[in-house]
Nanobody, 123 residues
């Protein structure tokens, strides 16, 4: 199993930047594909970005493409989400997720989840 803990959320003005981190512990992080999801109040959890086991392939939701960058450092057991040009509609709780076998853009495709970190973007 792997345990995931997110950090780096906070309050930022529109147009600003934040960098989220996901720290993994337990089994080697390189054994897992990983992703970021987010959930705004009253809305379903939605896919943001995903990265494969070695970090060589990454995919993004259309809503964040060109603004967000996902990366990972398996030696440090960590994953990151660099968020630039933030918009008020990016406000949500952001979750990191991991799975040893699947590499998908749906929440059901991930077995392990962190507790989330709040990102609030003011207009």
């Amino acid at each position: 199993q792997v345990q995931l803990v997110e950090s780096g959320g906070g309050l930022v003005q529109a147009g600003g930047s934040l960098r989220l981190s996901c720290a993994a512990s337990g089994r080697p992080f390189g054994n897992y594909a990983a992703a970021w999801f987010r959930q705004a109040p009253g809305k379903e959890r939605e896919f943001v970005a995903r990265i494969n086991w070695g970090g060589g392939s990454a995919y993004y939701a259309d809503s964040v493409k060109g603004r967000f960058t996902i990366s990972r450092d398996n030696a440090k057991s960590a994953m990151y989400l660099q968020m630039n040009s933030l918009k008020p509609e990016d406000t949500a709780v952001y979750y990191c997720a991991a799975d040893p076998d699947r590499f998908r853009s749906v929440a059901a495709g991930y077995s392990y989840w962190g507790q989330g970190t709040q990102v609030t973007v003011s207009a």
